[in-house]
């Protein structure tokens, strides 16, 4: 007679399932370490393992994560944390007043510099101030500053900062209260800011010469006359929330930050727990797919196939009348526009088929449920196609701060002269840290959608079922990267 089957045994089981996922993962994530040991040649034009098998081992860790999941994470976590409030001394003085008066001071200024450069300076991208100080420091260098330390660029907003000021003097010349603005429409939520992000990456990726100085400058000018108007509908706030692109961009990124403000406080929390409450405005999903959609575009511009591709797209324009230059801007905006609409497409895919489990959940409902889960890809994304454009460009700020407008003999800091020191890191660091920020970015998106199944479904089976359709999505987005990676490394 065979023993009564103990009460802990599915725990043990499911122990047993997870070290087994965890050992999986954790080769997974070191096969690439242990490959170094055999040499690494070539430079940054071959990775040292079969470019197939590199792709399956990816794929691998997050099935071998979505069962982890499934097992360990029976309960939704993220939601229900607990906030560990920093010491009142370092809430009271990074929050203080002057601080913030010194932060949006120091953002404006920047601002002006941006536009007085770009319009009065040389008109040579690499010796102005303005192209690297937009598309390095600012959009880039941001992003993991944002993920670090939290939505530390709201206290540097310069449009803020701009509009508070006016509506300060304008309420102090009154009097009184000033009349109060619009109310935000919610069908709009966050479509200007994805609006506002499309546009800004039709300026970097499509535009001829949409890095000259001047071109900077005057679409620094144009996005700030737009911004001010928005605020002056909405409000400041209601604009710098949902309407002003940037700020709500590094708001969505510096949800995974465990630094949190709550209630005039800083403090901890764990990583990605802010992304749980994210709020599920309209155009959220669309803001998103611009961000990855505009990075693969930039890494898949690099292929073989692109390449082939946009000349004969461009030649088709040419036969209507279009300038030879014209005709390929339009060539890229189509593939630009094209590779948003499949992020775009893709995701409502995995949402459609997660749909069809029950539990009368609307595909219109998940879709927003579900729209944090591709916060960590939009990072993962970015953080490894740019890693060594910002390591090594961002370096070009030593001397572009000494000669901002690239005059002969001027030196301000006395770093005019400073080269840029391409020995930071290798190429084969580069390699490996580009497939961590990808494989992590998606573990972490399958952690996000497996806590909200769990929200969301009566039962965890269902809440499992479902997120079968999300592990295809992950493991196609996964796969997607690294393939772009590939493209760009070889």
Known sequence: MKPAPSRDAPRRRRRALAVAAAVGLGTALTTPSLALAHGFGGGRTDLPISKTLFIYAAALVLILSF?????????????????????????????????????GAIGVFLLALTMYAGLTGVQTSSANFAPTFVYVIFWLGLVPVSVLFGDVFRAFNPWRAIGKAVAWVAQTAARGPIPAPLAYPERLGRWPA???????????????????????????????????????LYGVEAWCDRGEAFGVVFNLLSKISPVERRDGRLGLRP???????LEPLPGTVALIAVLIGSTSFDGGAESSLWTGLAPQIADAFESIGFSPEKALETAFLIGLAATVALVF??????????????????????????????????????????????????QAMWF??????????????????RPIDYS????????????????????????????????????????????????????????????LLLQSNG
């Open 194 to 232: 994805a609006a506002g992000v499309f546009a800004f990456a039709v300026l970097e990726l499509v535009r001829s010469g949409g890095d000259a100085p001047d071109t900077v400058a005057i679409a620094a000018l144009v996005y700030s006359a737009t911004t001010f108007v928005g605020m002056v």
């Open 271 to 277: 990583p990605l727990a802010g992304l749980a409450k």
């Open 400 to 417: 572009l701060a000494s000669n901002p407008l690239g005059e002969q003999g001027v030196d301000i800091f006395g770093t005019a002269d």
């Open 67 to 103: 069962v982890a999941l499934a097992v360990l994470w029976p309960r939704p976590k993220l939601a229900r944390y607990r906030f560990i409030a920093l010491p009142v001394l370092v809430s009271r003085v990074l929050l203080s007043r002057p601080i913030a008066v010194l932060c």
């Open 345 to 394: 497409g893709f995701y409502r895919l995995g949402i459609a088929g997660a749909a069809q489990v029950g539990n009368d959940l609307t595909a219109e409902r998940l879709k927003g449920a579900f729209a944090h889960s591709l916060v960590p890809i939009a990072f993962a994304y970015v953080a490894a196609h740019y890693l060594s454009f910002l390591v090594f460009q961002g």
């Open 424 to 483: 930071v890191i290798g190429a084969s660091f580069t390699q490996y840290a580009q497939v961590f920020f990808v494989l992590v970015g998606h573990v972490a998106a399958l952690a996000l959608a497996h806590d909200r199944a769990l929200e969301l479904y009566e039962r965890p089976k269902q809440a499992v079922l479902s997120q079968y359709w999300m592990l295809v999505v992950m493991v196609g987005f996964t796969t997607f990267a690294l393939v």
